[in-house]
């Protein structure tokens, strides 16, 4: 089943304590992308990536982190997380960004 | 910098009616791409139309339609007949190109909440 997974998909963490939501799609695309909603903002765009080892900053980058070493996983890396980054995140895919974006479930982050 | 707005924050109508769902944005780009997506009460994100700025002819799914107007800058979505089951958050989203190159930047409006009454 061509599908994206997130995890964890609820974490409750403390500030400046290092985390890392890994991202993964089985369905061998290219393009990948974060993004954290929040109430009366909709969905802001992290960062993304064109392709393995091609990674760019979307609207919030402050704060964030992101690798593609692999073409199939997608990680986010809050280096030290701080309670404005208590969110809703979500990891997208596709072939290309111009094709629709397949969405992950979601992951539910409270920093305290 | 590209930017979509979705002025209705929460719209509420009873069963039946017909609801329509205001997008408008702004860019610089000739060739762009615009997207609905639906967020149900559960939480995940569902696509619901993608389009290029080429193609403004409008679009019918069953009750969902689409109008797509370049002179406006607009990208309308119109639920006919509308159920319970439509009750959700309603994003729509812009794709341009960043530097000239990729598409990779997306930009989502703030989104609209639709609650359908029986």
């Known amino acids: 089943e061509a599908q994206v997974t997130q995890n964890p998909r609820y974490l409750i963490t403390v500030t400046g304590k290092k985390l890392t939501v890994t991202c993964s799609q089985n369905?061998?695309?290219?393009?990948m992308s974060w993004y954290r909603q929040d109430p009366g903002l909709g969905l802001r765009q992290i960062y993304y990536?064109?392709?393995?080892?091609?990674?760019d900053k979307g609207d919030v980058p402050e704060g964030y982190k992101v690798s593609r070493k692999e073409k199939r996983n997608f990680p986010l890396i809050l280096e030290s997380p701080s309670p404005n980054q208590t969110s809703l995140y979500f990891c997208?895919?596709?072939?290309?960004?111009?094709?629709?974006?397949?969405f992950g479930p979601g992951t539910r982050l409270l920093v305290l | 910098a590209q930017k979509v707005t979705q002025a209705q924050t929460e719209i509420s109508v009873v069963e039946k009616e017909d609801v329509t769902l205001d997008c408008v944005y702004e860019?610089?780009?000739?060739?762009?791409?615009l997207f609905w997506y639906k967020q149900p009460p559960s939480g995940e994100l569902v696509f619901l139309i993608r389009?290029?700025?080429?193609?403004?002819q409008n679009e019918i799914s069953g009750r969902y339609s689409w109008n797509f107007q370049k002179s406006t800058s607009s990208f309308n979505f119109t639920i006919t007949a509308s159920q319970v089951v439509d009750s959700a958050v309603y994003f729509c989203?812009?794709?341009?190109?960043?530097?000239?190159?990729?598409?990779?930047?997306?930009?989502f409006g703030q989104g609209t909440i639709l609650t359908v009454h029986p």
């Open positions: 997208a895919s596709s072939q290309i960004p111009q094709e629709t974006q397949y």
């Open positions: 369905m061998n695309h290219e393009y």
């Open positions: 990536s064109m392709n393995v080892e091609v990674t």
């Open positions: 860019t610089r780009d000739t060739t762009y791409y």
């Open positions: 389009r290029n700025s080429f193609d403004e």
């Open positions: 989203a812009l794709s341009e190109r960043v530097g000239g190159t990729s598409y990779g930047k997306l930009t």
